[in-house]
T-cell receptor, first 114, second 116 residues
Framework: GAGVSQSPSNKVTEKGKDVELRCDPI?????LYWYRQSLGQGLEFLIY????????KSGLPSDRFSAERTGGSVSTLTIQRTQQEDSAVYLC????????????FGPGTRLTVT | AQTVTQSQPEMSVQEAETVTLSCTYD???????LFWYKQPPSRQMILVIR??????QNATENRFSVNFQKAAKSFSLKISDSQLGDAAMYFC?????????????FGTGTRLQVTL
């Protein structure tokens, strides 16, 4: 079956612009996660959604970052007024709510802020 | 908060040989999950193997096996009969069982090179 997909694959934007990153999880997966992978910071958790519950936003680095998940499926991560330190690979993952809740990752979006 | 440490930034192994990647973690929880993920240059994180902390038996997936030492909070990955396709970044990750579907906490990764 289809895996997690993310778009765009790469995004170059100017400092101060807003960007939207999209994640399409595996069909039937009720949990969706966003992580950021940057040099010097490793992989860090940003936010996760689980079903109809309120999202866990504890990893969002600032109020410039927000995310939503529509209809329990597709998610959009929005970064407003981008800064150069936002340059990173943004990874999305999804999982079921059974067993080890193994997370399956998408290919990521590489964001470059110039 | 839990932490995961990978003390080997880079490792190298010859094709067909065996290599062990180290991972230690810190937690006050008694039950949790541990994972090894592989990230090739394509960026896609691929689940290699998982271990439930309540299981004493070490997990094995084909050429990949773990040495889980709960008391020592150690979770190493052994790759046998290394292949060129094993070259990648390997990340160790921890997941709590408290709360459903919670986040993964990752180590900083080990870059594995496979030579002929």
């Amino acid at each position: 079956g289809a895996g997690v997909s993310q778009s765009p694959s790469n995004k170059v934007t100017e400092k101060g612009k807003d960007v939207e990153l999209r994640c399409d999880p595996i069909s039937g997966h009720t949990a969706l996660y966003w992580y950021r992978q940057s040099l010097g910071q490793g992989l860090e958790f940003l936010i996760y959604f689980q079903g109809n519950s309120a999202p866990d936003k504890s990893g969002l680095p600032s109020d410039r970052f927000s995310a939503e998940r529509t209809g329990g499926s597709v998610s959009t991560l929005t970064i407003q007024r981008t800064q150069q330190e936002d340059s990173a690979v943004y990874l999305c993952a999804s999982s079921t709510q059974t067993g080890a809740y193994e997370q399956y990752f998408g290919p990521g979006t590489r964001l470059t802020v110039t | 908060a839990q932490t995961v440490t990978q003390s080997q930034p880079e490792m190298s192994v010859q094709e067909a040989e065996t290599v062990t990647l180290s991972c230690t973690y810190d937690t006050s929880e008694s039950d949790y999950y541990l994972f090894w993920y592989k990230q090739p240059p394509s960026r896609q994180m691929i689940l290699v193997i998982r271990q439930e902390a309540y299981k004493q038996q070490n997990a094995t997936e084909n050429r990949f096996s773990v040495n889980f030492q709960k008391a020592a909070k150690s979770f190493s990955l052994k790759i046998s009969d290394s292949q060129l396709g094993d070259a990648a970044m390997y990340f160790c990750a921890y997941r709590s069982v408290s709360g459903t579907a919670s986040k993964l906490t990752f180590g900083t990764g080990t870059r594995l090179q496979v030579t002929l």
